[in-house]
């Protein structure tokens, strides 16, 4: 592990002689496990003999350990999810395994031009990339907390250069358009696939009365034309409600018909308080629907769907969530990735109790 002396270091120094210094080996990919499905650990984790809770520990692993996936069991948890996944040591329950792959791609040596500047919005493919920060200081709160800075899988950022240091190694330049606080990075080109301009085209747009509904009991979200379920996924919300279906929280994810208004193909979220907040970067496919900031998005960081995690926004797993952003109205261009309508605004998100 990296230390945050060694990070420092390297923030001062920047890119210019990168290919000198050995310590910087450690910001190429790894060379992760081989096989097809892979999980990252989210924290220390037990791994059980069984797929139950109270059978024998055989191992600890911690943040960001890869493991193979081999497929998926139901067991026993005190908590709501029952089910694990079994990998090459035992079981570890699933909420705390983000299901990844290692998909490398081949780096480009040029950018094109848009409205931003030269630069592309790209999707982290490998279980995770590490970052070389390239301004004197963190200034992203997240940044401030860690010593191991990364990007992981499903995270969508935006490249605007690329270098290729003196041993032939690639490097993008990743520079958050929206949200951010400034920070900006460089990281192994590799892990980065060109999200291109065909692949976030609006789904169904001649479709008529679309509406999303999120249900805060069941925790599913279902897409609607008419009467008819076109989508459907297990999603996080954050509301919590007491018998008479009031909010018990801050968090609670506010129930009614709230039209979205807003729509970006990444977005740095944060907010709350020190010890309570949150500070994420690269939310890819976010549609926010309440004006403090409540959206529908994709989620890397839990692997819980299907149980109450959030702060208030409908965390949503990376791939449906992009399904539903594109479904959904406003449609966005690639460039420039982002668009505000007014009212009556975009598809309606019903959020209801069951």
Known sequence: MISRRDFLKLTALGLGSLALRPLDQLFRLPDFLPEERLGRVLGKVNVRSRPDYDSVAVNVLYEDAIVPWYREAVGYHPYTNQRWVETSEGYIWLPLVQPVRNLPNI?????PETSLGAGMWTEVTVPYVDLILANPEPLSPWLKATDRP???????LWVDQVKTDSVGQVWY???????????????AAEGFRPINVDEIAPLNPQAENKRVVVDVNY???????????????????????????NPVDKWSTPTGRHPIWRKLISLHMSGGTTGGGYDLPGIGWTALFVGSGIALHSTYWHNDFGVPRSHGCVNIP?????????????HVEYDPGDITVTMPGGTTVEVVEG
């Open 107 to 111: 780096p480009r040596e040029t950018l």
């Open 150 to 156: 990364r990007l992981y899988y499903s995270q969508v």
């Open 173 to 187: 330049r990743i520079n958050e358009r929206y949200g951010s606080y400034g920070d900006i990075f460089w990281a």
């Open 219 to 245: 925790q599913t979200l279902s897409c609607y034309e008419d009467d008819r379920e076109v989508y459907f996924c297990r999603i996080s919300t954050g509301a919590k409600f007491d018998a008479e279906g």
């Open 318 to 330: 990376p791939e449906d969530a992009k399904w539903v952003w594109r479904w959904t109205l406003p």
